[in-house]
């Protein structure tokens, strides 16, 4: 659920829970950045911003230090820090600086059917490994996205250039379930129009959430209405402070409007697009479906034994086929509920023809998919960001089954041909898996002799183009960005953008410009964003809820979680950036225009900021030009045909 892979956070995730029972994680080396990440030379830019409204270079919305359930306030804006890990930054580049790409990155959206027979919530009192299935803010995802929408919307360009943005993209987990109903939510909310996000029953909410002790009143959920008779509250509101807000369920699943994104949008797959609760396939081989009885069907367990023993999930399991046969044995650990064939689940064909049928705008057409990738299953693309930049889009899903993910061979001799033949253009990759999460070496299933590559084997691939300059990615719910440099010295290395997810604390986007400094680098710049909901919020009556009131009470929930992920933030260095790259490709350097303009005053770190250092970063520029200048002959070589070694040519 919160965390993914094997980084540290919030124990074992529900889109994990069956890789747990399987056994042992997958070793992925994880720790090998950290020393790197420990010694990066991080500074508060000098930067110029053309515009901070609406971003967290304005103000940031924070939870005060302090024990029990407390309100979010607004706080002082996250530091500018430039990151030179890569190259070192030039002075007067301000003054230089050419605007080359302005992308909004969406990601880990999260769009679930709260009330859906595929939730797992009742692992979430199990003791050990089986922890964080149930999040209390939920069933408000669809009220955070439209939010998100409206916020992006609002800021329109970038807020360090000025440069409109060019496109959006989602890279993964843009639903939870692997259900139809999710994707049709989803498209809604970025596409525009009106949402129902309600199933099973048209007129009553069906989860675990109800206080209706007839069905099940359950101290490990946080139930908004009061307890039914004598019970007493839920452990959500006695040991945790959570609020009563009776009639929040109604307002949840209230038809609104989403206003759309106003740019073109882009669709990364990720694991909990392609597999139910991104673990285990819900499309096998000859069209089976082996989970729609349980999803479109008539129960839904909710509780399991008294003895909290791993032994009572797999009691629970078992017991699902009988269950859904016969729900007037569902008993006490699961409720009778309106079936739904809505609940269904997205077969690969589907997710692309639910795309392509998608509005003509903001577009584009298919959002990224295309006909002919029904019959392949390759669900990998390459898109325009702007005239100098190019992004490609990879499909990190295995589709044999577990949470993390990786890459077979013909897709990687695919991304080679396309970064071959991208000449003289920027490339910024999206992927849902991150660099720590993509070691899963489960065959695919309708592709089983196409063996399945990890990072190790990407990275190599990667480094011999110098044009590669940003990898953009989920999966993991932080905010995380790290320098990826070339052990080989080939190239100038690139960054790996990770951002947090819509559906746990913090629930940000972030906001990427590429600028060409005309010095020899580039400058990549990252800035959070919230959703446009309010820090702090009351509502008087939640039954009739505004959806921007249900946003901003997603983000105070996610805040509140007991199980939530306090690096989920990030560090400094993970927030707002510059990350600087050597430009793959010489441009002229233009003459100076007179005196420098004096440099703006540089606005004190916010309280747990790293403080502003004088000095370069490690490393020789140089040294990182000749080594991308070789490197962007190689590509240009290589794009003409020619086999010319030029490894041992000056300055590599």
């Not at 980084?7 to 994880?30: D, H, V």
């Not at 064939?341 to 049928?357: Q, Y």
């Not at 990826?484 to 990427?512: C, K, M, N, Y």
Request: hydrophobic residues 40%.
């Amino acid at each position: 659920m919160g965390t993914g892979g094997h980084e540290p956070g919030r124990g074992l995730s529900r889109r994990r829970f069956l890789g747990g029972l399987g056994g042992a994680g997958i070793a992925t080396g994880a720790g090998l950045w950290d020393p790197v990440r420990a010694a990066a030379s991080v500074r508060a830019a000098m930067a110029t911003v053309v515009d901070a409204t609406g971003t967290t270079l304005e103000l940031s919305i924070q939870r005060p230090s302090g024990a029990g359930y407390v309100k979010l306030v607004e706080g002082p804006a996250y530091a500018l820090v430039v990151r030179e890990e890569l190259a070192a930054a030039q002075p007067g580049r301000e003054g230089r600086r050419t605007s080359l790409a302005s992308i909004v990155h969406l990601t880990d959206v999260h769009v679930v059917d709260a009330q859906s027979p595929a939730r797992v919530e009742f692992t979430d009192r199990l003791p050990g490994p089986f922890a964080s299935a149930f999040r209390a803010q939920e069933s408000l995802c669809t009220q955070v996205a439209a939010a998100m929408v409206e916020r992006v919307n609002a800021v329109a360009r970038g807020p360090v250039t000025g440069r409109p943005f060019d496109v959006a993209v989602s890279t993964g987990d843009n639903i939870d379930n692997q259900q139809h109903n999710e994707l049709e939510w989803f498209l809604a909310l970025l596409d525009g129009g009106s949402l129902t996000p309600n199933s099973g029953a048209p007129d009553r909410y069906e989860g675990v959430q109800d206080a209706d002790v007839g069905i099940g009143y359950y101290r490990n959920y946080w139930h908004p209405d009061a307890p039914p008779g004598a019970n007493p509250p839920d452990g959500y509101k006695a040991d945790h402070g959570f609020p009563e807000l009776p009639g929040l369920l109604d307002a949840a699943i209230a038809e609104f409007a989403s206003p759309g994104l106003d740019v073109p949008w882009y669709s990364t797959y990720g694991n909990h697009d392609g597999l139910v609760q991104g673990n285990v396939p819900g499309e096998l081989p000859g069209g089976v479906l082996p989970f729609d009885a349980i999803l479109t069907g008539p129960v839904k367990v909710t509780a399991v034994g008294t003895s909290l023993q791993p032994a009572d999930l797999y009691d629970a399991v078992q017991s699902l086929p009988s269950l859904v046969a016969d729900p007037a044995g569902a008993g006490a650990v699961a409720r009778v509920v309106t079936p739904d064939v809505a609940r269904r689940a997205v077969t690969l064909e589907a997710w692309i023809r639910a795309h392509l049928d998608s509005p003509a705008a903001p577009g584009p057409v298919g959002h990224g998919y295309a006909e002919d990738m029904i019959e392949s299953r390759r669900l990998y693309y390459t898109f325009p960001i702007s005239e100098q930049v190019l992004g490609i889009s990879l499909d990190t899903v295995n589709h044999g089954g577990y949470a993390d993910g990786s890459l077979g061979d013909a897709h990687l001799a695919w991304l080679e041909q396309q970064l071959a033949g991208a000449g003289e253009q920027l490339v910024v990759l999206s992927s849902h898996h991150n660099l720590y999460t993509l070691e899963n070496p489960l065959p695919d299933l309708f592709d089983p002799a196409d063996p399945r590559r990890g990072f190790a084997v990407l990275r190599e691939l990667l480094s011999r183009f110098p044009n590669v300059i940003a990898w953009v990615n989920g999966h993991s719910h932080v905010n995380r960005v790290t320098p990826v440099p070339d052990p080989s010295g080939r190239t100038g290395g690139f960054w790996e953008i990770s951002t947090a997810a819509h559906i746990d604390w913090p629930e940000q986007a972030r906001l990427i410009e590429v600028v060409d400094n005309r010095d020899g680098t580039l400058s990549i710049f990252g800035t959070l964003v919230e959703h446009a909901g309010p820090a702090t919020v009351d509502i008087p009556d939640p039954s009739s809820a505004t959806p921007m009131q249900l946003a901003s009470l997603s983000r105070e929930l996610a805040a509140n979680d007991p199980q939530v992920d306090p690096g989920a933030l990030g560090e400094p260095i993970d927030r707002n950036v510059e990350l600087l790259v050597a430009s793959p490709f010489a441009r002229p350097v233009p003459p100076p225009a007179g005196p420098p303009p004096p440099a703006p005053p540089v606005a004190a770190p916010a309280p747990g900021e790293l403080p502003a250092t004088g000095g370069p970063a490690t490393g020789a520029l140089g040294v990182a030009l000749g080594a991308a200048g070789a490197a962007a002959l190689a590509l240009r070589r290589r794009a003409e045909g020619s086999t010319e070694p030029v490894g041992d040519q000056p300055g590599s």
